[in-house]
């Protein structure tokens, strides 16, 4: 079965640029899937941040747009995100998740997610 | 683009029906037959029950069910166990080609 795992450092620098892959198991990233990243601030909703075909074609959300890079390594099978000049109110789990074939806006394998504090 | 309005809270007796809205416009639900729902237990990845306005993943129990009217996704629980006490969130494609998520609502299975 498809799996994801979120793997990157949990303590980040405010004004640092943040770095998280997503490794994926079960299937190719190559597999026709578009793949995305969603994340939840402690104690509140799910932001959509934006999601990436393994060509590398992206959509991002309009208010995060100008920071985000989101990127495809099919060697690794894996996908990557980057946040740049981050502050605490980044601070959050952030979960990388596989959107269902076909649509546009059903993630339908999650990883567990992985908080990244923005501290100094 | 504004999140998506989902009530804070709702809550129901074991066995009861209760239904959970998600109101947007007609450039996000309104426009498009492109809305899910998720559930998350704490601590937990969210889990994805509805696709599509009324479509349920395989395994998702038929207790489960999905529709919408104009700007307005729903999201309807029947025989309500107390294992479906969790927050659910609705999502929805935009005109925008963007995606964008509701505020939560919280179950309590009273």
């Known amino acids: 079965q498809v799996q994801l795992q979120e793997s990157g450092p949990g303590l980040v620098k405010p004004s640092d640029t943040l770095s998280l892959t997503c490794g994926v198991s079960g299937s190719y990233i190559s597999s026709s899937k578009w793949w995305g990243w969603i994340r939840q601030p402690p104690g509140k909703g799910l932001e959509w941040i934006g999601h990436i075909y393994y060509s590398g074609s992206t959509y991002y959300s309009p208010s995060l747009k100008s920071r985000v890079t989101m990127s495809v390594d099919t060697s690794k099978n894996q996908f990557s995100l980057k946040l740049s000049s981050v502050t605490a109110v980044d601070t959050a789990v952030y979960y990388c998740?596989?959107?269902?074939?076909?649509?546009?806006?059903?993630?339908?394998?999650w990883g567990q997610g992985t908080l990244v504090t923005v501290s100094s | 683009q504004s999140a998506l309005t989902q009530p804070a809270s709702v809550s129901g007796s074991p066995g009861q029906s209760i239904t959970i809205s998600c109101t947007g416009t007609s450039s996000d639900v309104g426009g498009y037959n492109s809305v899910s729902w998720y559930q998350q237990h704490p601590g937990k990845a969210p889990k994805l029950m509805i696709y599509?306005?009324?479509n349920r993943p395989s395994g998702v129990p038929d207790r489960f069910s999905g529709s919408k009217s104009g700007n307005t996704a729903s999201l309807t629980i029947s025989g309500l166990q107390a294992e479906d006490e969790a927050d659910y969130y609705c999502?929805?494609?935009?005109?925008?080609?963007?995606?964008?998520f509701g505020g939560g609502t919280k179950l309590a299975v009273l």
């Open positions: 599509e306005v009324s």
């Open positions: 998740a596989r959107l269902y074939s076909g649509s546009y806006e059903a993630f339908d394998i």
């Open positions: 999502n929805s494609y935009t005109s925008s080609s963007t995606v964008v």
